[in-house]
Structures are given as structure tokens and as C-alpha cells.
């Protein structure tokens, strides 16, 4: 039976596309968090590759696991590469990179799976894809199989601010419009507490408040049963995540930001641009692990 070992930054976002992975493949893993001792150790790393010189002289101490139960090892993100490498060539598996690994060589990845809009080189050994590997499955939070709209806030970062009137704006047309449908909304870490505060002017028939309950994620029932989500343009992994894995029509609430040609609005054409859920599994049929 196959096994992957997935390096792991400790990053949710990157781990949960290396599970995805993993689960699109239908292979069984374990996970390896890994971290350099020194943030200039990861410059060092950029220069030994260049070189062909592998160690793993340059991470703190890590979980040793038999490696030779593994066939291939898969990681994302910047922190990961490196180790992913040393790994694969000390003990002869097959190295798997998710996103694109600048600054490293690519020629000895096995595969790389990267995205559309980093413009990928077209090499035998990558796969570019139109969004990040994802993989949901619902929980069975919501019960109710009635029509119904899903609403995913995300809040302020470097780009964006999450105006008030504006959310207001939007959620009146909502209500307006899809008279009949059931209304689901969740927020995020980052929603703030003027936005929460708004939500509460409404009758939602289902609403979770992250800061009241972060232990609980409603998104995959969003994606199971919703005709339409509305997903603020923040808010990357769910916008992936929402287009990769359902056929439902996808409205980006546009916020306010300084910048207008960004990784977000990019990330956003793409998703405006592909109208049904992606097939991972075609796309990544001929990886042979």
C-alpha cells in the first residue's frame, strides 16, 4: 500500500493542500513539521540547492520517522522545499512540490503542481493548475436540503478594508433578491467586530460567528448545499476552495483597497473566469507515486 510523508511549515493553508493531495490520490499519509533554526538558514538553503548540497543541518529537531514505508514525500510552501528535497534524495523517494518553489531549482522535483497565474515554465515535471488542491468534505453541520444562499466574510488585510456600509449594502440586496432561500452566513478570523456586530440586524437561518466559535467550520456544508455563495474577494482559500469543489454560482464581494492589480484580484478573475468545479483528479492522473 502506498504512503506519502507530507512536510509541513505548520501553516494551515499549506497542509491542507498537501492533504488534499493526498486524499485526491487516494494515498494514506503521515505529517512532518519542519522549521529552520534561523530565518537566514532559508536564504543559506536557496544557495546549497544551487549546489546540489543537501542537509537537514539547518532545522531544529524533528519527529524521525522510517522512511522507508514512504514512496513519496509532498509539501507547499517556501519553508518546506528544501527539506523536501533532503529527504527525497537521502532516502531515494519520489518529491512531490505544491505551488510553485521560486527560488529553487525545479529540474529534480519528481512533479510540481502550480498554479495558472504564477506562470509556470512548461517543464515535463509541471502540472499547472487553474486553483490550489483542495478537498472538502461536509460535515453534515446543516441539515436542510431547501434552496439556499451561502454568505463567507473574511475581514481586513494589507489589500483590503472591510467597510461597514458597504457589507450592509450588500447583505440588503441579498435579502432583497433571494426572497425564498435560505440564508447561511459565516466570518472569519478576521472579520471585525463592527461586522459582527451588523450581522446581528439580520435573520439568518443559519449563522456562525467565528470569534464566538472557531472550533466549528460550516464551509463545506456551504459548498454542498448552496446554489449561489457570495465570498468576499479577502478571502483566497475559500474563494479557491468554494470554486474548486462546487458548480454553484460564485459572486465576489468586492471591498475597498488602494491596489488593484494584485494576487487577489487575479486569484478573482480566475474564479469568475471558470464556471464548474475543478477535477483534480483528471488533472492529476498521470502523477505515478
Known amino acids: 500500500m502506498k504512503r506519502i510523508l507530507i512536510i509541513s511549515d505548520g501553516k494551515p493553508g499549506h497542509l491542507n493542500q498537501s492533504i488534499a493531495f493526498c486524499k485526491i490520490k487516494n494515498i494514506s499519509y503521515d505529517i512532518l513539521e519542519v522549521k529552520f533554526k534561523l530565518k537566514i538558514f532559508k536564504l543559506s538553503s536557496y544557495i546549497l540547492d544551487k549546489f546540489e548540497r543537501y542537509s537537514d543541518e539547518l532545522f531544529k529537531d524533528y519527529k524521525k520517522y522510517n522512511y522507508e514505508f514512504y514512496d513519496a514525500v509532498v509539501s507547499t510552501g517556501s519553508s518546506t522545499y528544501y527539506f523536501n528535497k533532503f529527504i527525497s534524495k537521502t532516502h531515494n523517494l519520489k518529491s ?22 504564477d506562470n509556470p515554465p512548461q517543464l515535463e515535471n509541471i502540472i499547472a493548475v487553474p486553483l490550489n488542491l483542495s478537498y472538502t ?6 441539515k436542510s436540503k431547501e434552496k439556499s444562499i451561502g ?12 467597510d461597514v456600509e458597504n457589507i450592509k449594502n450588500v447583505l440588503n440586496l441579498i435579502f432583497k433578491n433571494y426572497d425564498g432561500y435560505l440564508k447561511y452566513i459565516t466570518t472569519s478570523r478576521r472579520t471585525s467586530k463592527q461586522i459582527e456586530d451588523l450581522l ?5 437561518d443559519y449563522k456562525l460567528i467565528y470569534s464566538e466559535t472557531p472550533t466549528i ?8 448545499l448552496c446554489s449561489e455563495l457570495f465570498i468576499t ?3 483566497t482559500s ?3 476552495e468554494a470554486r474548486a469543489n462546487s458548480n454553484a454560482d460564485i459572486s465576489i464581494i ?14 478573482a478573475h480566475t474564479v469568475n473566469s471558470t464556471k464548474e468545479k475543478v477535477d483534480f483528479s483528471t488533472l492529476l492522473k498521470n502523477i505515478e507515486i
Do not use: C, V, W
Open 96 to 117: 512531490i512540490a505544491l505551488m510553485l518553489p521560486k527560488s529553487y531549482r525545479y529540474d529534480d522535483f519528481d512533479y510540481i503542481i502550480a498554479q495558472k497565474h
Open 137 to 142: 468534505t461536509s460535515k453534515n453541520i446543516i
Open 151 to 162: 454568505i463567507i466574510l473574511g475581514g481586513d488585510n494589507g489589500t483590503f478594508k472591510m
Open 200 to 204: 446581528s440586524e439580520y435573520e439568518f
Open 217 to 224: 467550520n460550516p464551509i463545506p456544508d456551504f459548498i454542498k
Open 233 to 235: 474577494i479577502d478571502s
Open 238 to 240: 475559500m474563494l479557491s
Open 254 to 267: 468586492e471591498l475597498r483597497s488602494k491596489k488593484h492589480h494584485t494576487k487577489f484580484h487575479d486569484l
